[in-house]
């Protein structure tokens, strides 16, 4: 049970876990974001495919220093647990390091992992493993980035004999034949070197503050019933808080809620995570989170989204347009983190030198300056201001009341066709909206912006009665984003004003 009452003044959660104060934790001033030292803060990346520290040939420092110089300030990766099969969806994918596979167990002397190379050896720790995840949190904190380490995810059936904790990749034989059984408590041998795994893992990344620890990505996703992928988490998130109890430390815990399979009220889980844009089969997409679980009064996560380009290209249209829609409707929707997955940082590339890459990055550090143009700390979801718009278009937004308000409109819609349906078809035209909307009565200031770049596309003062009113948006060709604000506010100024 959620145990928490918020105000947009202030907070007090009785019983849900936080971190330690140094560490990156839930704010104080408003549960749906975060703070890190000393400000709140939204994490805004796109990311390469969890594999920066097993993948040994990966120079993860290209890739911090990219995402660095472009303002974003957060990754995620998958320590050692998951890997995939070369080539499978995409060219040099971080994930799938085949022999240049470097996991938190040695190797053996026995041949025979079906990535190339030795089989595992679970009784003995990889020190080089170590010393590499230590040196990228270290320069991951240097550059202000924090780090999301995601312990497990779901096992596929053609990708689980990669993983480390497959029966045929270690000599003590310990893993299943079945992979749905991986999500379980089945096999007692498997989650004891789960639980180690995972303990191990957390030891060693205790005296970090720009970590947090997500459980398990995807749970369910390949068969595994719901009821026993519950019991195992409950069991991975019971041992994590009695390894940290120990430590001095505490970070916060973070889990993907899937449908049927719901961690909101879960005391002990701070962060709700959702991938894709909407509801895509067991996925609950980041919208359909914001609208259930935001009255959980956590911050919501949208950790991944179809890869940007990768081969083939999962997006119909334009690639840079769709990670605009994305990323912004989820943010100015009250969001507090947002991970564009971009198959464009690869072992080959690690800078992700790519035209449509720069824009992507170059979009995401808009979408941040733009947020933070306002004291969003104030802010929460606003579905009542906006009351109507023609000729219609998706409209989400924050705001605290008669001071800032902003509202993001767009024109797309979710493709629903072929094997990743969970992404914006952009539908560009020449629209000039009318809006209905009802704000305390004043004066405010008023202005449309470009998302593409933020620049100003023309600003106006109004005066509320009270009562409901229409203004007229000037032409664009997608997406527009609306800011008002109380002119006793002094904000600073958007790209362009």
Not at 228 to 254: S, V
Not at 271 to 299: E, F, H, R, W
Not at 415 to 439: A, F
Not at 459 to 469: F, Q, V
Request: aromatic share 12%.
């Amino acid at each position: 049970m959620i145990l928490a009452s918020w105000s947009i003044t202030g907070f007090a959660q009785k019983g849900i876990r936080n971190a330690s104060q140094s560490v990156i934790r839930v704010s104080e001033k408003n549960p749906h974001y975060y703070s890190y030292k000393g400000k709140e803060l939204l994490l805004l990346t796109s990311a390469e495919h969890y594999g920066a520290v097993i993948h040994s040939k990966f120079d993860y420092r290209k890739y911090l220093d990219v995402l660095s110089n472009y303002g974003l300030n957060y990754t995620r990766i998958y320590p050692g647990s998951v890997a995939l099969i070369p080539g499978l969806r995409r060219k040099d994918d971080t994930l799938a390091p085949g022999p240049d596979l470097i996991a938190p167990w040695v190797r053996s002397d026995s041949a025979g992992y079906i990535g190339g190379g030795n089989k595992f050896d679970l009784n003995r720790w990889d020190e080089r493993f170590f010393a590499r995840l230590d040196d990228f949190l270290n320069y991951a904190n240097e550059k202000n980035i924090i780090v999301e380490i995601c312990f497990f995810n779901s096992q596929h059936a053609n990708t689980y004999p990669y993983s480390p904790l497959h029966k045929n990749a270690n000599i003590q034989s310990i893993g299943c034949d079945n992979f749905v059984e991986f999500e379980t408590l089945f096999n007692k041998e498997l989650v004891d070197a789960q639980l180690k795994y995972m303990e191990k893992i957390m030891v060693e990344t205790n005296k970090y503050d720009n970590v947090i620890y997500e459980f398990v990505d995807e749970p369910t996703l390949d068969g595994t019933k719901r009821k026993d992928a519950y019991a195992w988490i409950d069991a991975l998130i019971t041992r994590a808080d009695q390894i940290e109890n120990r430590l001095p430390k505490k970070h916060l815990f973070a889990q993907q809620i899937m449908r049927g399979l719901d961690f909101c009220e879960d005391d002990r889980i701070a962060v709700i995570v959702a991938q894709y844009v909407t509801i895509m089969g067991k996925q609950i997409g980041g919208l359909p989170a914001l609208y259930s679980c935001y009255d959980a009064n956590k911050p919501i996560e949208m950790n991944e989204t179809v890869s940007a380009l990768s081969t083939p290209n999962y997006y119909e249209k334009d690639v840079v347009a769709s990670s605009r829609l994305e990323a912004w409707e989820f943010i100015v929707g009250g969001g507090a983190a947002f991970n564009q997955l971009n198959a464009c940082f690869t072992a080959p590339n690690p800078s992700g030198d790519h035209p449509d890459n720069h824009a992507i990055l170059n979009g995401l550090r808009n979408l941040r300056s733009f947020i933070e143009s306002f004291d969003f700390a104030k802010m929460k979801r606003d579905g009542g201001t906006i009351q109507a718009i023609m000729p219609g278009g998706s409209v989400n937004g924050i705001s605290e009341a008669g001071k800032q308000y902003v509202f993001y409109v767009h024109h797309s819609f979710p493709n629903y066709s072929g094997w990743h349906p969970s992404h914006y078809v952009p539908n560009e035209g020449k629209y000039k909206s009318v809006i209905t909307l009802k704000l305390p009565k004043g004066e405010y200031q008023l202005a449309f912006i470009n998302p593409a770049d933020i620049s100003v596309l023309s600003t106006c003062s109004i005066t509320s009665t009270g009562d409901s009113m229409t203004i007229e948006c000037p032409e664009y060709k997608l997406d527009i984003a609306i800011k008002i604000t109380h002119p006793d506010i002094p904000l600073p100024p958007s790209k362009g004003e």
